[in-house]
T-cell receptor, first 115, second 112 residues
């Protein structure tokens, strides 16, 4: 049981490049989400999903796309990277959006630098 | 807008001293409250949570938090901190069974 797995751990991109941050969970959780962590701003929700085939925007969705084709995977795509997207990204999952059955479990994070 | 406020961005304290990390949330019909801890270069781990029932909740490593509805607060306390408690602490709230919203974090620095 690996929990929430994020890849890669580190990434450097040039402005305008695209990439996908991978997130997988093996806990059969319905609810998955992506956050970005910036100094002094805490964790801000980018996108979330309440189940396969369903996604919705969070607080800071611009510049990011997501899809949820399976329960296990929730990739985050940067279509055209910008320096403002330099951040640490965390993926999280929980049984349902209320967290009543279990708390949110987090991956180890992806440190992204856009130059 | 619903929000979570952690007024203290940094809290320095000496080892074995008591500490309180403050968290306030927006008033709402129903809230679920959490404290997460993040050690350097790691992900977030749940420290404790309030879902219902007793307003005082405790963690296995000596932290406790009390849900105070009248003051819309969920402050985190520990009577005697250790060097190993040095970390960043995040308060988080689910309002009305919606998304999990985080505060900006408080960095606890414990000095010998």
């Amino acid at each position: 049981n690996a929990g929430v797995t994020q890849t890669p751990k580190f990434q450097v991109l040039k402005t305008g490049q695209s990439m996908t941050l991978q997130c997988a969970q093996d806990m059969n959780h319905e609810y998955m989400s992506w956050y970005r962590q910036d100094p002094g701003m805490g964790l801000r929700l980018i996108h979330y999903s309440v189940g396969a085939g369903i996604t919705d925007q969070g607080e800071v969705p611009n510049g990011y796309n997501v899809s949820r084709s399976t329960t296990e995977d929730f990739p985050l795509r940067l279509l055209s990277a910008a320096p403002s997207q330099t951040s640490v990204y965390f993926c999280a999952s929980s049984y349902d959006r209320t967290g009543l059955v279990t708390e949110a479990f987090f991956g180890q994070g992806t440190r992204l630098t856009v130059v | 807008a619903q929000s979570v406020t952690q007024l203290d961005s940094q809290v320095p304290v000496f080892e074995e001293a008591p500490v309180e990390l403050r968290c306030n949330y927006s008033s709402s019909v129903s809230v679920y409250l959490f404290w997460y801890v993040q050690y350097p270069n790691q992900g977030l781990q749940l420290l404790l949570k309030y879902l219902s029932g007793s307003t005082l909740v405790k963690s296995i490593n000596g932290f406790e938090a009390e849900f105070n509805k009248s003051q819309t607060s969920f402050h985190l306390r520990k009577p005697s901190v250790h060097i190993s408690d040095t970390a960043e602490y995040f308060c988080a709230v689910i309002y009305n069974t919606d998304k999990l919203i985080f505060g900006t974090g408080t960095r606890l620095q414990v000095f010998p």
